[in-house]
């Protein structure tokens, strides 16, 4: 994520409107790596500031979101509320376009002298942290404390004076020339990638800035030794563009996930984006989805893991049930060397260890066979012919129970495709639900219960006038296939490939056109484990030649008089999208 220093300049410049002359009336620490303060400023009234020193997420901004406070205080909250609370913020810097904030907070002491306080936030990934200084920048306290072990260029600890980050020692885009600029540029290794470039010799910007900014230039595949002085005039231009675009907060979406934000419109994303008035809302929009994404990414791995273990070990069971299979169609063999052994009783002797007999079935090739030396030449012919009913009842055991496997690990398939394109609780929470009934998962939970969302319609889609539903999740499927399709609506799924039941709405006694049936067969195959492939095959055939074998699995059917298309799968424009 963008958050680098030409986009925290444009925030500590909104932000310092709203925090100068601001009172903290309180602090908390709902966890390490995050810091809240509760303001009050004149003319915006009651708000919390946020500090975050988390790894991916750390960030200042301006926040409606709440967290819950621990019983007892950390430490580093006790010392901030001794120092800062009931002071004011009188000043709000940033130290070059590093992304360091310091905070300058006036206050009174215990005997009630006017004393100043640095609170200072460093953004640097995992390094990234909160640190209180006297006005002097020596150390009181910190989120991160260490010594000289951990960094051999400074250290976090009290009584020390405060060192701030090793500078970068890029050239900063608000004062460069285009002389120092074009000079700086070609004394890098000319076969670069010019974004590659830009980035490293310009402050304040992130990757994903640079590529917005060759991007706009229309040199996204460009070296630097390709690069003409128009060339270079024109990301010069394009720099100088970047830094006085006004504030206006993007968020981009990807496949509904947060990925990226900026403080204007970034052109290179392909993706959705939203605007918002202010870079913080921008900030608490950007964070808040991302935490919800990934909670609801760790819930949804959860039972997966659970339905993965299952099909791996189910896998497991069937490779070992094909081994066992393939052992016991030896069985003819031993019916074999009884009927032989009965044939030729009087050449059997008693008591032999071994006979050599003509196969009668083989153009009399003579075979030879082993004996029990204890048993006589019948009872050993009885002997074979027992192994070989033996043999014929474990093999018709094993067929079964492996035809009952296969079908159970093509359920498992399904329902991992289910539980991967999920796209909410509720949708989750109906998955989960057919993974407990189905047995692979408790029906208890010692995870706080999930809050379940209304359950989605099928998704639809219009094409050429014909209405397409895809199902959601394999309960989903057999409503739509069992109930709300009609007897003579086209059914379209992916040949032995898990994936969404899809259904074409015949019109009347229309016969639906060959595009339709092609659309919908990509629709299928984007609905699919294979959604990623080039050539997908699909099934289609009308809905009255699918049915349902009793005690079958959610999602699972069997089907006749099927045609096959092989198609490229094709995301559809829904009638109506979850955001």
């Not at 600029?181 to 070609?186: D, E, M, Q, T």
């Not at 016991?328 to 052994?341: F, N, P, Q």
């Amino acid at each position: 994520m963008p958050l680098d220093g030409l986009f925290f300049n444009k925030l500590l410049t909104e932000l310092a409107l709203d925090l100068e002359n601001a009172k903290i009336n309180r602090i908390h620490q709902p966890d390490k790596n995050t810091v809240t303060m509760k303001l009050n400023q004149a003319t915006r009234g009651n708000f919390t500031l946020v500090f975050s020193t988390h790894p991916q997420n750390a960030r200042i901004n301006i926040t409606t979101a709440t967290k819950e406070n621990p019983k007892s205080p950390p430490l580093f909250a006790m010392v901030l509320r001794k120092h800062l609370e009931g002071g004011k913020i009188i000043n709000l810097e940033q130290q070059g376009l590093d992304r360091v904030a310091i905070i300058t907070i006036e206050g009174r002491n215990e005997i009630g002298e006017v004393e100043k306080k640095k609170l200072i936030l460093e953004i640097m990934g995992k390094h990234s942290n909160l640190i209180l200084t006297t006005e002097d920048f020596e150390i009181i306290g910190a989120v991160k404390q260490y010594n000289s072990n951990v960094s051999r260029y400074r250290q976090v600890l009290p009584h020390i004076t405060y060192v701030a980050p090793p500078p970068q020692n890029k050239l900063n885009p608000f004062l460069i020339t285009e002389d120092e600029f074009s000079h700086a540029l070609l004394e890098l290794d000319i076969a670069l990638p010019i974004q590659k470039g830009v980035f490293q010799i310009i402050e304040g910007i992130s990757p994903q800035t640079a590529e917005e900014i060759i991007f706009n230039c229309n040199l996204e595949s460009s070296a630097i030794e390709e690069m003409g002085a128009y060339d270079l005039h024109k990301v010069f231009e394009e720099i100088k563009k970047t830094t006085e675009q006004p504030r206006c907060g993007t968020v981009i979406l990807n496949n509904n996930i947060a990925k990226d934000f900026y403080f204007f419109p970034m052109n290179h994303y392909a993706m959705e984006s939203y605007s918002f008035d202010t870079l913080s809302e921008t900030l608490d929009m950007f964070y808040e989805k991302k935490e919800v994404d990934a909670a609801f990414a760790s819930r949804k791995f959860a039972i997966s893991k659970i339905v993965e273990q299952a099909k791996t070990k189910l896998a497991k069971k069937i490779q070992k049930q094909k081994k066992e299979l393939a052992t016991a169609t030896d069985g003819d063999k031993y019916k074999l060397y009884g009927e032989l052994i009965s044939a030729y009783l009087y050449q059997v002797p008693d008591h032999g260890k071994e006979v050599v007999l003509p196969n009668f079935y083989d153009n009399e090739k003579e075979l030879t066979i082993k004996l029990w030396q204890e048993l006589t030449p019948s009872e050993n012919a009885a002997k074979y012919f027992r192994r070989y009913n033996k043999a014929k009842t474990a093999n018709n055991a094993i067929v079964e129970h492996l035809k009952i496997n296969t079908e159970e690990l093509a359920y498992l398939e399904n329902l991992c495709y289910s539980i991967e394109n999920t796209e909410n609780d509720g949708e989750l929470a109906l998955v989960r639900e057919e993974a407990v009934a189905a047995g692979y998962l408790k029906d208890k939970q010692k995870t706080k219960k999930l809050k379940k969302t209304p359950t989605l319609p099928p998704y639809e889609v219009e094409f050429n006038d014909y209405t397409i539903f895809i199902g959601r999740n394999n309960k989903q499927n057999d409503k739509l296939t069992l109930k709300i399709a009609n007897k003579d609506d086209i059914w379209f799924h992916t040949k032995d490939i898990p994936g969404s039941h899809v259904i074409i709405r015949k019109q009347d006694n229309k016969t639906i056109p060959d595009e339709v049936i092609a659309k919908a067969a990509q629709y299928a195959a984007y609905h699919s484990k294979a959604k990623n492939s080039d050539k997908v095959p699909v099934d289609y055939t009308e809905v009255k030649q699918v049915k349902k074998p009793n005690g079958a699995k959610p999602g699972m059917v069997i089907y006749f008089e099927q045609t096959t298309l092989f198609v490229s799968p094709e995301k559809p424009i829904y009638k109506e999208m979850e955001i």
